[in-house]
């Protein structure tokens, strides 16, 4: 199944919904039984009750009145995630590309361990909501992304259960501004401004995927020109192995949302550097999970 967070644009309150077909949604809030689901909660809620909710999901599918997908607004799926997390350095090629500010050599040194930082819950942006190119840097970058999102409450996952607790995917762009985040080695700041997180357009299960997602073929574009393309295969550490150390320092939650890396062709690789300006159209599509797409504009 895929499943969205909108806001309708007569009521503006945020509702989870299942698509029915590419232009339709199903609202859980309006359609499920009295009780399974509350007015004030949220894609978390949703997640952490799957079993209990999805044979009644199912059955709205063929029954409740749908909404046109046009008539609302999409926002992130995971809106307010519990945690937002980010693997840096994740393919071989993107860690060998030549970085504007690296001193002129070439390439970086692999990482010894999994290089994580945190983007902050403000950075979320929807799936097709504007960039805002922050006035302080001209510096920002854009990284495609594959974003996983945790399915139970967990603790010490073994790597080859790690695939148990994701309960699906989706598009992301780990946008970045690149001199802010090489000022200091924590990233967090450059990581982290308004808007700079968008991931969606929907949140496909993991069955609806087909449970294993190191063979997708990831996509990038800009004004239209193809900036970065890659599989998920190539990734040096892979899904399960991102899950079983993260799980190992914190317990994971039904909604935490991983962003598991970007390959080569980001634009402060380019000589010279080619950094989103206003107007640009950024494009990131995964196969199977669709496709994100966001206009950049100048911060008012």
Wanted: hydrophobic letters at 40%; aromatic letters at 6%.
């Amino acid at each position: 199944m895929r499943l969205v967070s909108f806001q309708g644009t007569a009521s503006g309150a945020i509702e989870v919904g299942v698509l029915a077909d590419d232009e339709s949604v199903v609202s859980l809030h309006r359609a499920l039984p009295t009780g399974l689901l509350a007015a004030h909660e949220g894609m978390p809620d949703v997640i952490a009750r799957w079993p209990r909710l999805q044979p009644h999901v199912q059955t709205l599918l063929g029954q409740a009145p749908h909404v046109r997908l046009s008539e609302v607004h999409l926002l992130a799926p995971v809106p307010r995630p519990p945690k937002l997390l980010a693997i840096g350095l994740n393919y071989l090629d993107h860690v060998n590309e030549k970085i504007v500010g690296d001193q002129g050599h070439e390439g970086r040194a692999l990482p010894e361990h999994q290089l994580w930082f945190t983007k902050l819950g403000h950075a979320i942006n929807g799936p097709y909501d504007d960039i805002v190119l922050p006035k302080v840097s001209e510096r920002t970058d854009y990284e495609a992304e594959l974003v996983a999102v945790i399915g139970q409450r967990c603790k010490h996952v073994p790597r080859e259960r790690a695939h148990e607790v994701v309960f699906g995917y989706c598009v992301g762009n780990d946008v970045s501004v690149r001199d802010w985040q090489k000022r200091t080695s924590q990233w967090t700041l450059g990581k982290s401004f308004d808007t700079h997180a968008p991931f969606g357009p929907w949140l496909t299960t993991a069955d609806e995927l087909g449970g294993d997602p190191h063979a997708l073929d990831l996509r990038c574009w800009v004004n239209g020109e193809l900036r970065q393309q890659s599989n998920t295969s190539l990734m040096i550490h892979d899904v399960w192995a991102q899950i079983a150390l993260l799980s190992q320092a914190m317990t994971l939650e039904p909604g935490d949302v991983i962003y598991t890396g970007t390959c080569s062709g980001v634009g402060a690789a380019f000589d010279p550097p080619k950094f989103l300006r206003a107007g640009d159209v950024v494009r990131v599509e995964i196969d199977k999970l669709g496709a994100i797409e966001a206009r950049c504009v100048d911060e008012a």
